[in-house]
Structures are given as C-alpha cells and as structure tokens.
C-alpha cells in the first residue's frame, strides 16, 4: 500500500505565501511524477504543477512565476511553493503520485486526502 500525506494547508491574506508538503511511504519502488492539483467549489480538479523524476517541471499558466513545485527523491516528498497569493487559488488541494511498486510491478496512482487553500482579506 502507498500513501500521501500531505500538510501545509491553511488561511492566509492576499499576497501571502504557503509551503503545501506531500510525502508519500509504504512499498515504493520507484516514482516517476509527483504533482499538485486543485479543486474548488463546483469546478474540476485541475493539474497546479507537476514534476517528474528527473526534475523536470510543468505549471498551471495561472501559477507560472508565483508557485514552484520542488521534490526531495530521498524522501519521497513534494512541495509546493506558493507565492502571492490571490484569492482565485482558493481551492482544495491534493497531491498525485504515479507509482512502480516493485521492479514487476506496473505504474499506479495515488492520491492524498487533499489540503484546503484559503485566500481572503
């Protein structure tokens, strides 16, 4: 079994910052991408940033120059930078991870519990 725990979620004012962390355990033989996405009140849940394991990473167009997405391979963890907040990022927010348990073993996904964002004087 593999599981994300994620933390880092909260209320802050517009032009704030939060550190969002996922850190994924259990039988993990390889993972190849990590990712953030959101979902807000009656939208679909939508890709943030992602990167994959060899550094390389890819941004929503509306967090590009304000979020960074940053992975730490030797503990199997993810974070997301957010910087100048506005109130649109408002959303929950859940980490993905696209998992090999075993050198046998196909890729599978998993999810966290998801982390709640708020922005709002």
């Known amino acids: 079994q593999v599981q994300l725990v994620e933390a880092g979620g909260g209320s802050v004012q517009p032009g704030g910052s939060l550190r969002l962390s996922c850190a994924a355990s259990g039988s993990i033989f390889s993972i190849n991408t990590m990712g953030w996405y959101h979902q807000a009140p009656g939208k679909q849940r939508e890709l943030v940033a992602g990167?994959?394991?060899?550094?390389?990473?890819a941004y929503a167009d509306s967090v590009k120059g304000r979020f960074t997405i940053l992975r730490d391979n030797a503990k199997n963890t993810v974070y997301l930078q957010m910087n100048s907040l506005k109130p649109e990022d408002t959303a929950v927010y859940f980490c993905?991870?696209?998992?090999?348990?075993?050198?046998?073993?196909?890729?599978?996904?998993?999810w966290g519990q998801g982390t709640r964002v708020t922005v709002s004087s």
């Open positions: 993905n991870a696209v998992v090999q348990r075993s050198r046998y073993s196909g890729y599978s996904e998993y």
């Open positions: 990167i994959n394991s060899g550094g390389n990473t």
